[in-house]
């Protein structure tokens, strides 16, 4: 997996995307560009005052703002936000209206062309845009997406070059067990028209470099638990933060990594890491399904991760498909 392919390209959980036919079971792989561990979740957040840009009109960059942060002139300062942390990391997190999310990271891109940087490699353009950059100095992540508000939201962060890796880590530096498990999810659900449709997908979770959790520009690695769990959103992972061939086992997660970790500010010197799945289950004596989704946030303190958040959302759902998941 090369640095910059953090992220799948899109991937719908069946729970809540019935087919629209029925057809054969076919195989997702934990790979680069289809893995159930990379699938991303939009989340909503609070609506911010973002007006439509106008690029006839350029805003005057903030003279506070640090020299190294870029912005596109045609957006409003005013409807961002500028943070510092750990590690020398920069970031800025705005919102647009009334425009696509392709629309932003394409300005985006711009701006860090015209400033010198230059692609990691292909950026991830759906369900989010996701791209890693480098500079003389510095590596930039982008995350763009819909925020569910009818906005988009972007997150661009900063970590200089010569960004200094947690000299400490918990246990001894191993290499991370080649793991594979193998998971037939089936849905099932009434489309929109009326008709019962019906699906199978086989699943493949394996060892994989997923997300670089110190900033050294080196893919870290999550290894998929053998036998906890039933549907590939429940299934742990173990995290292990490499030095070259070996890593350092720093604790367990559960659910699809979000987007939103590739730009997350560190603890203890570690990204944050954020999960999130959707499912939908039917029981009682009602036959319209129950829409599921939990976020998890996950933190080191300098010996593990722990869970510093979990929510969990439910609501009826007419046309969400019901899984149903075994072992082939």
């Not at 506070?64 to 961002?80: E, H, K, R, T, V």
């Not at 067990?177 to 659900?189: D, F, K, N």
């Not at 394996?206 to 959103?233: E, M």
Request: hydrophobic share 35%.
């Amino acid at each position: 997996m090369a640095a910059g392919a953090l992220w799948v390209a899109s991937f719908a959980c069946a729970a809540s995307n019935p087919p629209s036919r029925p057809r054969d079971a076919t195989t997702v792989h934990a790979s680069a560009d289809a893995s159930p561990v990379h699938a991303v979740a939009e989340t909503a957040v609070p609506a911010s005052r973002a007006v439509a840009s106008d690029r006839t009109h350029h805003f005057a960059r903030p003279a506070q703002w640090p020299p190294a942060l870029l912005f596109p002139s045609i957006y409003d300062p005013g409807d961002a936000s500028v943070s510092s942390g750990e590690g020398g990391d920069l970031r800025v997190t705005h919102h647009v209206a009334d425009a696509s999310y392709p629309e932003v990271a394409a300005t985006w891109g711009e701006v860090l062309e015209n400033g010198g940087f230059t692609r990691v490699a292909p950026c991830v353009e759906a369900p989010r845009h996701s791209c890693a950059w480098v500079g003389h100095d510095r590596r930039v992540g982008v995350d763009i997406g819909a925020n569910g508000n009818g906005e988009v939201e972007a997150t661009v962060q900063w970590l200089p070059v010569g960004h200094q890796p947690v000299s400490s880590l918990p246990g001894p530096c191993v290499k991370p067990p080649a793991q594979t498990r193998e998971i037939l999810v089936t849905s099932s659900g009434v489309d929109q028209q009326g008709e019962f449709r019906q699906a199978s997908v086989r699943w493949l979770l394996s060892t994989t470099p997923l997300i670089d959790l110190d900033g050294d520009g080196q893919l870290d690695v999550v290894v998929p638990h053998a036998k906890d769990g039933t549907c590939p959103w429940e299934v742990p992972h173990d995290a292990y933060v490499m030095r070259g061939s070996c890593g350092h086992r720093i604790g367990t997660f559960v659910g699809f990594v979000d987007a939103s970790s590739h730009v997350a500010g560190f603890d203890h010197g570690l990204r944050e890491l954020h999960t999130a799945a959707s499912w939908a289950t039917r029981g009682g004596a009602s036959l319209v399904p129950d829409h599921h989704t939990r976020s998890r946030r996950y933190a080191f303190d300098g010996q593990a991760l722990r869970v510093v958040d979990d929510a969990t959302r439910s609501g009826r759902c007419h046309h969400c498909s019901v899984s149903h998941c075994a072992a082939p």
